[in-house]
């Protein structure tokens, strides 16, 4: 087995090195990206998406850029200090084409357009304002309070909230997505409309209980933002899809 | 220096300015100061008020909470006192008080100012007026929502106006269509039946509970009651002349609309009961003459009930029964409950009534034989057309009370002529377990046994004959061996024999007799109990349904007979055991001491060891319960998607599955009578120790002449009599325990509370005819408790009657979940559901959904024939209709292709037809009663193309005039709806009609090309 690495005189071969990574729990992790990656070249050759060597050159040097090799002999001697070889350097980046390719293919304006208008909501923000005090009674005076008198909630987000990250701020956490918030506070927040007063809801087990003012809804848009997390969603569908085509032990 | 401080501040209050300064000091020294910070809980509303607050710095927020919700009453501050009514009285506090502030309370008790204001007189009227003020004035302020509306002496002014009206129970406040007293009433305490009388007929309109209105009409609108206002129970009123509410309208406009909801409502509820209800109400009367003679059974003083017209007969009838078992429920009720179909009451409808209020009811067919071991009272179906009221009956005669004519005593003959065969039986028996809900398992089980009384103690009777017949053979054994033996007297003989003979004779006759009555009741009890159980289990919400599993229940079922063998047999037993116990023991001292002594010594062991054995026996017979229904439960699965086994091809697998928990379950049985073999040897082995020393005792005292022959074979004849009771006690004890853990079980599904519980019954709405107007506010959902995710959030919507909408989403949005809130499975989490203006929460359930057409995406028939299925429910099918909706649904092509046609029989999921087939019978079965509300859950997926455009045609046909939610996936279905609504996770992103919708190009849109591309995901 040939040696990765040597302490002094201790040789570190690649079998220790797996068993290290599966030890760490890092194994499966990287197992599963190769796998992914794999299974999208497949995809792409069966799809007969081709790859032309302009491309692969574009890649290779978009890539060697990317790491800092601007000349063709540091690309050489970086090939040979990380114990490689050209072919596999050019296997590489041609499967990072296909990848890329089929990616593309996927996720096309239309596709993402149309992923969007489905899952709208999804993406959808709030900016709201809370404030966290002790006890149950606590809260809903202060409730009762802004019920009255509104335009205090700041004041008493700085004055009273137990949360020190926001209290400086009016409570303020802008740009609120779903999927962060506990499920029933986030079913009221995004049904709420602006300037509603919600809660108190209780903080995890504790005695903490949570007021949240929403200053604004907006309204999921077709952003970049957006954009990427729908291609990555897509791209992940799509993905789990092809898996269930292969068979994969390991 | 504190004390002077305090008498510093109490000078400055307005509450205490006519106390002089020694009786400040004396309020100073006993005031007791507490201090909250801010956000503190000071007072619990419901917690007796032990006295005067006041509150010296900070401030406090009055408030009330319900459902979650509190509702401020403002806020009060240095100066303020609350609780003041507490300070004359011994009152519930009737708002909780919380600090709004660092804040600090004086507290006075009751006592200490009592103690003052006895003694100076201008104090106490000070303090009366005080009190009385704020109460009042709290209340009006709070109940008008003047706060910062009005000027403090301008809310002096409304309360100098008002009155207080003490009234008692039954006194009329208000008489319909009189003018005179033109106030606003509001109630305090105490409850206010709001009645109408139309035509002779008064029907109730509502019961008022404290803080509702009424006489709002003729305040209002200067015109007559709109009804009478009678109090149902002891009631304390506010009266607000209508000068001042006029004034209170002028500063808050807000409550004309309040008012004017109110007459709108009573309004239409007058409405609804005018189309529910017509004829008159009369009053009742009873037999008093009629007393039964030997051979007669009569109910002594039967009330007698009169219809008003041909239709109400059945009515009448049920009102005669409900005033014979005491059940307050008035004739109009009655009416608007059974005479639900438009030609008056069917046996059906007055046996779904009968149910509704709690008996156990039987529709039978039978000859006049029969008929003469019912319950009394029944009702019988009379010439076709007429009810009448069976109260009596004999060999001859026949009593009824015909609710066209009154009490009538009839000939056999007489009755025969008229009477059609059928009669409806009631049992009261779930009534009185119904009360016993809250008292112990073993009451409401005692309950099943009250109608048996008579039959308990003749069983009671026969036992105690067997048993002392029993008594009669040792004796006689004794005198055939010490005087026909010793004395050679064979006369003697002959009478001695032919004593045991008659003896035996007798105790084998009292043997049958007894066995006889015993399962006479037997019968009955078991169709009580087991029918009541079905009946209770029904009645649960659909979600004991979801959670338990088939076998579960059905388990439980035989759970009745263990409990049922208990009280018969146990009752009876234990009685009798204890009794025989001593009567055996003192004829045993009689014949001797010392061998009763031994006999005694070996009672204790085996009395113990059974008794140290019974923790055991409970819990093998629980856990043998508990894997039998495991078993059970999966076999029943099994059986039931039988076809998806055979088509995996997994048979061996679910049979081995099974076979794991059917020989756990025989196990554990194994174990259990294993068990029981164990400790019966032990016994077994006690008791030959017994029988062989006292052989042993006995003998040797007959040898030294203690004893004769004859004597020593009767004991030993007697032993053998005392250890059945006494095993039988020890058995009791046994039984007890089995029956407990039988209790436990049926307990954790009697104690589940029914989805309409029947002590509501005369609250509820019930809808004559559906309209199908729905309108949802802030419905927020789920399944579970606060746990589990909201599956529908923030539905806001309207349906107008008669309009079609339609409910699209992916898979998971919610769209079955908002079928089954509409359907009133589930009750929402949040916010409201109204149908037709009503709360769906009001509603008579099985009213409600009975006007409702439900078809779901699988569907099963039922047992029977095409037609039964169509017309399920309908004692008498009208095959016109059956056909006619056989059509609109598409089906009745296929039927009438069917061997035998509508009379086809089909089998619980419909063997031998397509799912299509199964749909389109289910489409045309929801059609059949003209439903107000139509619900398609995904109702025509399993149909082909073909068939769900026969169905698109006649679909205009179909929703006509009626409301329709047709939650579906084709686009073909959902483009003609009037609107579409869009369900994303629980939230209606989008809602518009198809062309809106599309041209939006939104979520709709996007499903929509997806379905019409045909590719998924």
């Given at each position: 087995?040939?040696?990765?690495?040597?302490?002094?005189?201790?040789?570190?071969?690649?079998?220790?090195?797996?068993?290290?990574?599966?030890?760490?729990?890092?194994?499966?992790?990287?197992?599963?990206?190769?796998?992914?990656?794999?299974?999208?070249?497949?995809?792409?050759?069966?799809?007969?998406?081709?790859?032309?060597?302009?491309?692969?050159?574009?890649?290779?040097?978009?890539?060697?850029?990317?790491?800092?090799?601007?000349?063709?002999?540091?690309?050489?001697?970086?090939?040979?200090?990380?114990?490689?070889?050209?072919?596999?350097?050019?296997?590489?980046?041609?499967?990072?084409?296909?990848?890329?390719?089929?990616?593309?293919?996927?996720?096309?304006?239309?596709?993402?357009?149309?992923?969007?208008?489905?899952?709208?909501?999804?993406?959808?923000?709030?900016?709201?304002?809370?404030?966290?005090?002790?006890?149950?009674?606590?809260?809903?005076?202060?409730?009762?309070?802004?019920?009255?008198?509104?335009?205090?909630?700041?004041?008493?987000?700085?004055?009273?909230?137990?949360?020190?990250?926001?209290?400086?701020?009016?409570?303020?956490?802008?740009?609120?997505?779903?999927?962060?918030?506990?499920?029933?506070?986030?079913?009221?927040?995004?049904?709420?409309?602006?300037?509603?007063?919600?809660?108190?809801?209780?903080?995890?087990?504790?005695?903490?209980?949570?007021?949240?003012?929403?200053?604004?809804?907006?309204?999921?848009?077709?952003?970049?933002?957006?954009?990427?997390?729908?291609?990555?969603?897509?791209?992940?569908?799509?993905?789990?899809?092809?898996l269930k085509e292969h068979s994969v032990r390991f | 220096m504190r004390t002077s401080s305090i008498i510093k501040f109490l000078e400055s209050v307005e509450v205490f300015s006519s106390f002089n300064p020694n009786e400040l000091k004396y309020l100073a020294i006993h005031a007791q100061s507490s201090q909250y910070d801010f956000g503190t809980a000071i007072l619990k509303a419901g917690d007796p008020g032990q006295g005067l607050c006041l509150v010296k710095s900070g401030k406090v927020r009055l408030f009330t909470e319900s459902e979650g919700k509190e509702k401020s009453f403002g806020i009060r501050g240095p100066g303020d006192t609350f609780n003041e009514i507490s300070a004359l009285k011994e009152t519930l506090t009737e708002y909780s008080v919380r600090s709004s502030a660092k804040t600090e309370i004086l507290f006075f008790s009751r006592e200490v100012i009592m103690d003052l204001l006895n003694r100076n007189e201008t104090a106490r009227h000070f303090m009366t007026r005080y009190v009385a003020l704020k109460v009042t004035g709290g209340f009006v302020t709070h109940f008008f929502n003047l706060r910062s509306k009005v000027s403090r002496t301008e809310i002096q002014s409304i309360i100098e106006e008002l009155g207080v009206r003490r009234v008692q129970a039954g006194q009329e406040i208000l008489s319909q269509d009189s003018a005179e007293d033109r106030s606003l009433y509001i109630v305090r305490h105490g409850e206010i039946n709001i009645v109408r009388e139309e035509e002779g007929?008064?029907?109730?309109?509502?019961?008022?509970?404290?803080?509702?209105?009424?006489?709002?009409?003729?305040?209002?609108?200067?015109?007559?009651?709109?009804?009478?206002?009678?109090?149902?129970?002891?009631?304390?009123?506010?009266?607000?002349?209508?000068?001042?509410?006029?004034?209170?309208?002028?500063?808050?406009?807000?409550?004309?609309?309040?008012?004017?909801?109110?007459?709108?409502?009573?309004?239409?509820?007058?409405?609804?009961?005018?189309?529910?209800?017509?004829?008159?109400?009369?009053?009742?009367?009873?037999?008093?003459?009629?007393?039964?003679?030997?051979?007669?059974?009569?109910?002594?003083?039967?009330?007698?009930?009169?219809?008003?017209?041909?239709?109400?007969?059945?009515?009448?009838?049920?009102?005669?029964?409900?005033?014979?078992?005491?059940?307050?429920?008035?004739?109009?009720?009655?009416?608007?409950?059974?005479?639900?179909?438009?030609?008056?009451?069917?046996?059906?409808?007055?046996?779904?009534?009968?149910?509704?209020?709690?008996?156990?009811?039987?529709?039978?067919?039978?000859?006049?034989?029969?008929?003469?071991?019912?319950?009394?009272?029944?009702?019988?179906?009379?010439?076709?057309?007429?009810?009448?009221?069976?109260?009596?009956?004999?060999?001859?005669?026949?009593?009824?009370?015909?609710?066209?004519?009154?009490?009538?005593?009839?000939?056999?003959?007489?009755?025969?002529?008229?009477?059609?065969?059928?009669?409806?039986?009631?049992?009261?028996?779930?009534?009185?377990?119904?009360?016993?809900?809250?008292?112990?398992?073993?009451?409401?089980?005692?309950?099943?046994?009250?109608?048996?009384?008579?039959?308990?103690?003749?069983?009671?009777?026969?036992?105690?004959?067997?048993?002392?017949?029993?008594?009669?053979?040792?004796?006689?054994?004794?005198?055939?061996?010490?005087?026909?033996?010793?004395?050679?007297?064979?006369?003697?003989?002959?009478?001695?024999?032919?004593?045991?003979?008659?003896?035996?004779?007798?105790?084998?006759?009292?043997?049958?007799?007894?066995?006889?009555?015993?399962?006479?009741?037997?019968?009955?009890?078991?169709?009580?109990?087991?029918?009541?159980?079905?009946?209770?289990?029904?009645?649960?919400?659909?979600?004991?349904?979801?959670?338990?599993?088939?076998?579960?229940?059905?388990?439980?079922?035989?759970?009745?007979?263990?409990?049922?063998?208990?009280?018969?047999?146990?009752?009876?037993?234990?009685?009798?055991?204890?009794?025989?116990?001593?009567?055996?023991?003192?004829?045993?001292?009689?014949?001797?001491?010392?061998?009763?002594?031994?006999?005694?010594?070996?009672?204790?062991?085996?009395?113990?060891?059974?008794?140290?054995?019974?923790?055991?026996?409970?819990?093998?017979?629980?856990?043998?319960?508990?894997?039998?229904?495991?078993?059970?439960?999966?076999?029943?699965?099994?059986?039931?998607?039988?076809?998806?086994?055979?088509?995996?091809?997994?048979?061996?697998?679910?049979?081995?599955?099974?076979?794991?928990?059917?020989?756990?379950?025989?196990?554990?049985?194994?174990?259990?009578?294993?068990?029981?073999?164990?400790?019966?040897?032990?016994?077994?082995?006690?008791?030959?120790?017994?029988?062989?020393?006292?052989?042993?005792?006995?003998?040797?005292?007959?040898?030294?002449?203690?004893?004769?022959?004859?004597?020593?074979?009767?004991?030993?004849?007697?032993?053998?009599?005392?250890?059945?009771?006494?095993?039988?006690?020890?058995?009791?004890?046994?039984?007890?325990?089995?029956?407990?853990?039988?209790?436990?079980?049926?307990?954790?599904?009697?104690?589940?509370?029914?989805?309409?519980?029947?002590?509501?019954?005369?609250?509820?709405?019930?809808?004559?005819?559906?309209?199908?107007?729905?309108?949802?506010?802030?419905?927020?959902?789920?399944?579970?408790?606060?746990?589990?995710?909201?599956?529908?959030?923030?539905?806001?919507?309207?349906?107008?009657?008669?309009?079609?909408?339609?409910?699209?989403?992916?898979?998971?949005?919610?769209?079955?979940?908002?079928?089954?809130?509409?359907?009133?499975?589930?009750?929402?989490?949040?916010?409201?559901?109204?149908?037709?203006?009503?709360?769906?929460?009001?509603?008579?359930?099985?009213?409600?959904?009975?006007?409702?057409?439900?078809?779901?995406?699988?569907?099963?028939?039922?047992?029977?024939?095409?037609?039964?299925?169509?017309?399920?429910?309908?004692?008498?099918?009208?095959?016109?209709?059956?056909?006619?909706?056989?059509?609109?649904?598409?089906?009745?092509?296929?039927?009438?292709?069917?061997?035998?046609?509508?009379?086809?029989?089909?089998?619980?999921?419909?063997?031998?037809?397509?799912?299509?087939?199964?749909?389109?019978?289910?489409?045309?079965?929801?059609?059949?009663?003209?439903?107000?509300?139509?619900?398609?859950?995904?109702?025509?997926?399993?149909?082909?193309?073909?068939?769900?455009?026969?169905?698109?045609?006649?679909?205009?046909?179909?929703?006509?005039?009626?409301?329709?939610?047709?939650?579906?996936?084709?686009?073909?279905?959902?483009?003609?709806?009037?609107?579409?609504?869009?369900?994303?996770?629980?939230?209606?992103?989008?809602?518009?009609?198809?062309?809106?919708?599309?041209?939006?190009?939104?979520?709709?849109?996007?499903?929509?090309?997806?379905?019409?591309?045909?590719?998924?995901?």
């Amino acid at each position: 087995m040939s040696t990765l690495l040597k302490i002094d005189e201790e040789a570190i071969s690649a079998d220790q090195f797996i068993k290290f990574l599966k030890f760490s729990n890092e194994f499966s992790e990287l197992m599963k990206k190769l796998i992914r990656n794999k299974v999208t070249v497949h995809a792409a050759k069966k799809r007969g998406i081709t790859v032309s060597t302009e491309e692969v050159q574009q890649m290779a040097d978009d890539f060697r850029r990317c790491i800092g090799l601007h000349r063709a002999k540091e690309t050489h001697e970086w090939i040979e200090r990380i114990g490689i070889t050209p072919e596999d350097f050019e296997t590489f980046i041609t499967e990072h084409v296909f990848k890329k390719k089929m990616i593309d293919t996927l996720t096309t304006e239309e596709a993402v357009a149309a992923y969007f208008n489905l899952n709208a909501p999804r993406f959808d923000t709030a900016d709201i304002k809370h404030i966290v005090v002790e006890g149950r009674e606590k809260a809903m005076e202060f409730i009762a309070l802004l019920d009255e008198e509104p335009e205090n909630f700041d004041e008493f987000a700085r004055e009273y909230s137990l949360d020190d990250e926001t209290k400086n701020t009016g409570g303020y956490i802008p740009e609120v997505r779903r999927g962060i918030l506990p499920d029933e506070v986030e079913a009221k927040v995004f049904n709420a409309s602006a300037d509603d007063i919600l809660g108190p809801f209780q903080v995890g087990e504790e005695e903490l209980y949570e007021i949240i003012r929403v200053t604004a809804i907006h309204p999921a848009r077709l952003d970049k933002s957006a954009r990427e997390k729908i291609s990555e969603a897509i791209y992940d569908e799509w993905l789990n899809e092809r898996l269930k085509e292969h068979s994969v032990r390991f | 220096m504190r004390t002077s401080s305090i008498i510093k501040f109490l000078e400055s209050v307005e509450v205490f300015s006519s106390f002089n300064p020694n009786e400040l000091k004396y309020l100073a020294i006993h005031a007791q100061s507490s201090q909250y910070d801010f956000g503190t809980a000071i007072l619990k509303a419901g917690d007796p008020g032990q006295g005067l607050c006041l509150v010296k710095s900070g401030k406090v927020r009055l408030f009330t909470e319900s459902e979650g919700k509190e509702k401020s009453f403002g806020i009060r501050g240095p100066g303020d006192t609350f609780n003041e009514i507490s300070a004359l009285k011994e009152t519930l506090t009737e708002y909780s008080v919380r600090s709004s502030a660092k804040t600090e309370i004086l507290f006075f008790s009751r006592e200490v100012i009592m103690d003052l204001l006895n003694r100076n007189e201008t104090a106490r009227h000070f303090m009366t007026r005080y009190v009385a003020l704020k109460v009042t004035g709290g209340f009006v302020t709070h109940f008008f929502n003047l706060r910062s509306k009005v000027s403090r002496t301008e809310i002096q002014s409304i309360i100098e106006e008002l009155g207080v009206r003490r009234v008692q129970a039954g006194q009329e406040i208000l008489s319909q269509d009189s003018a005179e007293d033109r106030s606003l009433y509001i109630v305090r305490h105490g409850e206010i039946n709001i009645v109408r009388e139309e035509e002779g007929t008064t029907y109730p309109l509502k019961v008022l509970g404290s803080g509702e209105i009424f006489g709002e009409k003729a305040c209002l609108k200067y015109s007559v009651q709109q009804a009478s206002a009678i109090a149902k129970t002891d009631a304390v009123l506010m009266v607000v002349p209508q000068k001042t509410v006029h004034f209170i309208i002028k500063n808050n406009p807000d409550i004309r609309n309040v008012l004017e909801d109110r007459i709108a409502f009573t309004e239409k509820e007058i409405e609804r009961h005018r189309k529910l209800a017509e004829g008159r109400k009369k009053g009742f009367l009873f037999d008093t003459r009629s007393k039964s003679k030997s051979g007669e059974q009569i109910i002594k003083r039967f009330p007698f009930v009169e219809q008003a017209e041909q239709t109400d007969c059945g009515a009448a009838c049920l009102a005669m029964i409900c005033k014979h078992y005491d059940i307050p429920m008035t004739l109009g009720k009655l009416r608007e409950m059974a005479n639900v179909t438009t030609d008056g009451a069917t046996m059906d409808s007055l046996a779904r009534v009968g149910e509704s209020l709690g008996f156990v009811t039987k529709g039978v067919k039978c000859t006049y034989n029969t008929l003469l071991g019912f319950d009394l009272p029944f009702i019988a179906h009379w010439e076709g057309y007429h009810y009448i009221v069976v109260y009596g009956v004999s060999k001859n005669h026949v009593w009824v009370a015909d609710p066209a004519v009154g009490f009538k005593k009839m000939s056999l003959s007489a009755f025969e002529k008229g009477w059609t065969g059928n009669c409806l039986l009631f049992s009261a028996t779930d009534k009185l377990a119904e009360i016993a809900v809250e008292q112990s398992p073993w009451l409401r089980f005692a309950g099943y046994l009250r109608p048996f009384k008579k039959v308990l103690l003749d069983l009671f009777f026969a036992a105690l004959i067997i048993q002392i017949l029993g008594l009669a053979p040792p004796l006689i054994i004794q005198n055939i061996l010490d005087r026909v033996v010793v004395h050679q007297s064979p006369d003697l003989l002959n009478v001695m024999i032919l004593g045991l003979a008659i003896t035996m004779i007798f105790s084998h006759l009292t043997g049958f007799l007894s066995v006889y009555l015993s399962n006479f009741m037997i019968r009955k009890l078991d169709f009580n109990m087991i029918s009541h159980f079905y009946k209770y289990v029904l009645s649960l919400p659909i979600s004991f349904f979801a959670k338990r599993k088939t076998g579960d229940i059905i388990a439980r079922f035989h759970e009745n007979n263990t409990i049922r063998r208990f009280m018969t047999e146990g009752s009876i037993s234990t009685v009798l055991n204890t009794l025989m116990i001593f009567t055996y023991f003192t004829v045993m001292f009689i014949y001797n001491v010392k061998l009763t002594l031994i006999l005694l010594a070996f009672v204790p062991p085996i009395v113990l060891l059974t008794l140290a054995a019974t923790p055991k026996y409970k819990d093998y017979a629980r856990r043998t319960f508990y894997a039998g229904a495991d078993a059970e439960s999966m076999l029943v699965e099994t059986l039931g998607s039988a076809e998806i086994v055979k088509g995996m091809g997994v048979e061996r697998a679910m049979r081995l599955k099974w076979e794991k928990k059917y020989s756990k379950t025989l196990d554990l049985r194994y174990r259990a009578e294993m068990f029981t073999a164990l400790v019966g040897i032990f016994s077994g082995v006690f008791k030959a120790g017994t029988h062989l020393t006292l052989l042993w005792v006995g003998t040797r005292m007959v040898l030294t002449q203690e004893l004769s022959i004859g004597q020593l074979m009767a004991f030993n004849a007697l032993i053998g009599s005392v250890m059945a009771p006494i095993m039988g006690m020890v058995g009791i004890w046994d039984e007890l325990q089995e029956a407990l853990v039988s209790m436990e079980r049926l307990g954790d599904v009697l104690e589940l509370e029914p989805e309409q519980k029947p002590e509501n019954i005369s609250s509820r709405v019930i809808l004559p005819d559906l309209k199908g107007d729905i309108r949802f506010e802030d419905v927020y959902f789920r399944y579970g408790d606060k746990t589990t995710p909201y599956i529908l959030k923030n539905i806001n919507l309207e349906i107008k009657a008669g309009s079609t909408v339609a409910v699209v989403g992916r898979s998971g949005s919610g769209k079955s979940t908002f079928a089954n809130l509409l359907m009133g499975f589930y009750k929402p989490a949040d916010g409201k559901i109204h149908v037709d203006d009503y709360d769906i929460n009001m509603l008579d359930m099985e009213y409600y959904r009975r006007q409702i057409g439900y078809v779901m995406q699988t569907n099963s028939l039922f047992s029977g024939t095409v037609s039964e299925n169509i017309a399920i429910g309908d004692q008498n099918p009208d095959p016109r209709r059956i056909t006619e909706v056989a059509k609109l649904a598409d089906a009745h092509g296929f039927i009438s292709n069917l061997p035998l046609g509508y009379e086809q029989m089909v089998g619980e999921r419909g063997t031998g037809l397509s799912g299509g087939q199964i749909q389109r019978i289910c489409i045309a079965r929801a059609l059949y009663h003209n439903p107000g509300l139509l619900i398609f859950d995904e109702a025509t997926s399993a149909l082909d193309s073909e068939s769900e455009n026969h169905i698109q045609m006649s679909m205009r046909e179909i929703l006509r005039k009626r409301t329709a939610v047709i939650i579906a996936h084709r686009l073909s279905t959902i483009m003609n709806a009037d609107r579409i609504l869009v369900l994303y996770k629980g939230t209606i992103v989008e809602q518009g009609t198809h062309q809106e919708l599309f041209e939006k190009g939104g979520m709709y849109f996007q499903l929509i090309q997806k379905q019409m591309g045909g590719i998924e995901n």
